[in-house]
Every structure is written in structure tokens, then in C-alpha cells.
């Protein structure tokens, strides 16, 4: 059965930063791309970021693009969003995603606000 734990979200400053975490098990970790995204209230699910299996970055959305930062620890399993600069727009529910798959985790909230 494959989990993944998102941790790390809260409410930070605009301008701070904030680190996101997604714990996997029950996949092959090493093997998978994974993902970011984020759902905004009233708004539609979108990608964020990627990651290939080996640990290249391949995606970011233009709204991030110079402030985030995908990464991943394949010994640990785990993989990060590095939130610099946050503004408030960034503000959503943000999920951990096996790409290509149906697996995902439950998704932790991230607010940004003075």
C-alpha cells in the first residue's frame, strides 16, 4: 500500500520561507518521478513542480520559477519543496503526487500572511 506524508506546512510570512517534505513508502521511490501541486480555494489543482527519479528537477510553474525548489533524498525516500519568497497567491493545500499515478497524500495546508 503506498503512503505519502506531506509535513512541514503552517503559516509563514510573505518573504520568509518554508520547507515541504513528502515521506513515501510501499512504492519503489527511486524508480518514480514525483511532483508538487496545489489547490487553491475556488481554484483547480495545479502542478507546481516536478522531479525525475534521479533528482533533476524538470518542472516548475511559472508563478515559482526562481523561488522554489524541488528535491529529493532517494535514500530517505523523501522528497522536498523548498518554499523561498512565499507570496501570498502561494497560499493553498499543497500534495505530494507519484506522477503518472493515483497516489497521493492528503495534502497539508500552507498560508501566507503578515
Known amino acids: 500500500q503506498v503512503q505519502l506524508v506531506e509535513s512541514g506546512g503552517g503559516l509563514v510570512q510573505p518573504g520568509g520561507s518554508l520547507r515541504l517534505s513528502c515521506a513515501a513508502s510501499?512504492?519503489?521511490?527511486?524508480?518514480?518521478?514525483m511532483g508538487w501541486h496545489r489547490q487553491a480555494p475556488g481554484k483547480e489543482r495545479e502542478l507546481v513542480a516536478s522531479i525525475d527519479s534521479g533528482g533533476t528537477p524538470i518542472y516548475y510553474a511559472d508563478s515559482v520559477k526562481g523561488r522554489f525548489i524541488i528535491s529529493r533524498d532517494n535514500r530517505k525516500n523523501t522528497m522536498y519543496l523548498q518554499m523561498n519568497s512565499p507570496k501570498p497567491e502561494d497560499t493553498a493545500v499543497y500534495y505530494c503526487?507519484?506522477?503518472?499515478?493515483?497516489?497521493w497524500g492528503q495534502g497539508i495546508q500552507v498560508t501566507v500572511s503578515s
Open positions: 510501499g512504492i519503489i521511490f527511486s524508480i518514480h518521478f
Open positions: 503526487h507519484v506522477e503518472g499515478s493515483d497516489d
